[in-house]
């Protein structure tokens, strides 16, 4: 499997860059798995200093602050980056540094800026007015521009600018996403364009679940992309071209002479079809001279045999697309054939630069740094995964343009990814990754699916676990939790056979996709239906009886949400209502960050902590029936918005009730 890993390079300021994101395809066979706001800058502070730290305010006599809650200006982590650029140019004109700005994790502040220690070791000595980092801290935090997002700024120690949020700016950037939509909170990133190849089992081979990884991770991926505005192409870069067919094509031909009459019927299960004509390629000689034949005559394009490939394919297909739907996953195929016309020309060039040579009859690429070179040509002349990776980054590069390429697939194809890579930084079709320059490549690699045992997940009878079969008990056990919860607390009245079939759905699909990406994609981790399907804890299922239970105290309020939504105020008095209200606009960075490292688990980590802030918020402030109740409904229902949208990007549909 392809697998998408390589953590791509934070750029603080967004440029238009091409992106192109590939996925993993497992290997079996031929198979792989903004603008910175304009801001008015004044320096009528009021400031009071006390030792080493500084805190500072507007003072009321500051000229009119320029209001930064625009759409489209980013993460809020972005807009302060804006406004610490703003400062350290006003502070330190004669160094260019981009501004270093992190969540706070001291109750000094919501966000730090951390620029003082670096800037302090390469003005002092040089005549600067600054006394120690601590002076320089006071200065960038003097010189932030006046604007409705900072309440007050601190400084603490060697210079850590320590940025307080007004809390009216915050509930007002809650306030306008819910009357404007979650779209408004997509982070900018410095990349536009996007094609992510993923999932590509091999034709022939049914999906299992090796297949998993790289098709949640991907398909996750690609709608964070998706989400922050960058084209992305999704890419199934199935193996479908390759010996295998040789002697599936031969197979057919002699089991069922009449095969064009018979279409799929002549080849039945597909899967029982391939172990059968592969066992008689191992054991029987003659067969196996005339399949590799026929791979010859594939190849040479006789239409005798492309018809029998094609129709192989189709039934192929057809079989991914059951648990594509299933999954709802989007994919768009280009497999392995789409390359072949390619590789000639691209193999050709690069010897013409004088990196293809030969050795002991093949012809490779020898990259710094690895002991076996690169084979691109086999001794048989026949070409190989290299070659056609070759082609198709050259066609992706040249041709769609991309920014960014991603591969998704299993850390066990690390080594073929830093060759192949290297290989087309040598020909000049990739910048240094040094350069920190785009186009660029990244493999996002993962671990295995382990069972109960520690092993590979297989069946019983050592089979491995086929997808369709996975998510269908998935469903079922999914089913048979709810209904027995709703019998034993007398709600199952209350819900419709098509309500218990969409939820049950809904929840063990879910269950499935969040086991996996709540983990670190590089780590392996255990299936395991029991823990997964629980309600407590971090798992889809405890996530969405959270926002089934944000829905039902929206409904028991019976106050007309929408209307508030227009016409209400959001107050963040209580600690626990700033602490939401909070975390609620950090979701863009979140998406950001998960983008930028290839991580999904951020996302997962971001929703079950949202989920439990909420817990407290609900806990300690009461909702229906107190005087705050129509600016915590507000609250609530962004909640359960921001919820829906993490539910979205992990391809998880939420439930309204449980």
């Not at 500084?54 to 980013?74: C, F, I, M, N, Y």
């Not at 009461?622 to 539910?647: D, H, I, K, N």
Request: proline share 4%.
């Amino acid at each position: 499997m392809r697998a998408l890993a390589a953590a791509a390079t934070a750029v603080a300021a967004p440029y238009p860059v091409r992106l192109l994101l590939v996925s993993a395809r497992p290997r079996f066979g031929h198979c792989r798995a903004s603008s910175s706001a304009r801001l008015l800058r004044s320096s009528c502070y009021a400031s009071t200093t006390m030792g080493d730290e500084t805190s500072t305010s507007a003072s009321a006599q500051a000229q009119e602050p320029a209001p930064l809650a625009v759409q489209g200006a980013g993460s809020v982590k972005q807009q302060i980056s804006n406004l610490a650029a703003l400062s350290l140019r006003a502070t330190v004109p004669e160094v260019d540094v981009e501004p270093v700005v992190e969540v706070c994790t001291t109750k000094f502040g919501d966000y730090q800026c951390n620029n003082a220690m670096g800037l302090w070791s390469k003005v002092k000595g040089s005549g600067t007015s600054f006394k120690n980092p601590n002076a320089i801290g006071q200065a960038i935090a003097k010189n932030l521009p006046a604007c409705d997002v900072i309440e007050s700024t601190s400084v603490a120690g060697p210079g850590f600018v320590n940025i307080s949020l007004s809390n009216s700016w915050v509930a007002k950037r809650i306030q306008d996403m819910l009357v404007n939509g979650i779209k408004t909170w997509a982070p900018v990133l410095p990349v536009k364009r996007l094609v992510l190849d993923f999932s590509s089992p091999n034709i022939a081979k049914e999906m299992h679940v090796g297949h998993l990884r790289s098709t949640i991770i991907g398909d996750t991926l690609a709608r964070m992309f998706e989400f922050s505005n960058v084209d992305v192409f999704r890419r199934n870069h199935v193996g479908d071209w390759g010996t295998q067919f040789g002697m599936l094509i031969e197979f057919l031909f002699e089991k069922f002479p009449e095969w064009e009459e018979l279409g799929s019927q002549a080849i039945g299960d597909l899967q029982l079809f391939y172990k059968a004509s592969k066992e008689k390629f191992d054991n029987d000689a003659e067969f196996k001279d005339r399949a590799q034949q026929a791979v010859v005559r594939l190849q040479g394009g006789e239409e005798k045999y492309r018809s029998a490939w094609k129709k192989i394919c189709e039934i192929s297909r057809n079989e991914f697309d059951q648990v594509y739907k299933l999954l709802d996953v989007q994919l768009e195929e280009k497999g392995e054939s789409f390359y072949n016309p390619y590789i000639p020309q691209v193999l050709e060039g690069l010897s013409n630069q004088g990196f293809i040579k030969e050795s002991e009859g093949a012809r490779v690429i020898f990259v710094e740094g690895h002991k076996i070179p690169l084979i691109v040509v086999k001794r048989d002349g026949g070409f190989n995964y290299a070659s056609t990776d070759l082609a198709a980054l050259w066609y992706r590069l040249n041709v769609e343009k991309a920014e960014w390429i991603i591969y998704v697939t299993d850390v066990g194809q690390q080594q073929h990814f830093d060759m192949f890579f290297k290989a087309a930084r040598m020909a000049g079709w990739l910048p240094d990754p040094k350069e920190k320059k785009f186009p660029k490549t990244s493999h996002v690699g993962f671990g295995l699916v382990l069972g109960a045992d520690g092993k590979r997940f297989r069946t019983r009878s050592t089979e491995v676990v086929r997808l369709g079969d996975l998510l269908d008990e998935a469903k079922s056990r999914s089913k048979s939790e709810l209904v027995q919860r709703l019998k034993d607390n007398g709600k199952i009245v209350d819900w419709t056979e098509e309500e218990l079939e969409k939820t049950s759905k809904a929840v063990g699909y879910g269950a499935v996709k969040y086991a996996d990406l709540k983990n670190n994609r590089l780590t392996n981790y255990t299936f395991s239906f029991d823990q997964m399907l629980s309600d407590k804890g971090n798992t889809a299922v405890y996530l969405q009886y959270a926002h089934a239970r944000i829905c039902s105290i929206i409904r028991k309020s019976n106050m007309d949400v929408e209307e508030l939504k227009m016409n209400g105020n959001i107050s963040l008095g209580h600690p626990d209502e700033r602490v939401l209200g909070l975390y609620l606009i950090r979701f863009a960075e979140v998406v950001e960050d998960a983008c930028t490292n290839l991580l999904p688990n951020v996302l997962c980590e971001y929703l079950y902590n949202l989920s439990e802030m909420f817990t407290r918020f609900y806990t300690n402030c009461q909702v229906v029936g107190s005087p705050e109740e129509p600016s915590r409904l507000l609250l609530c229902e962004a909640t359960a918005v921001v919820m829906r949208q993490c539910f979205q990007l992990l391809g998880i549909t939420p439930v309204y009730k449980l």
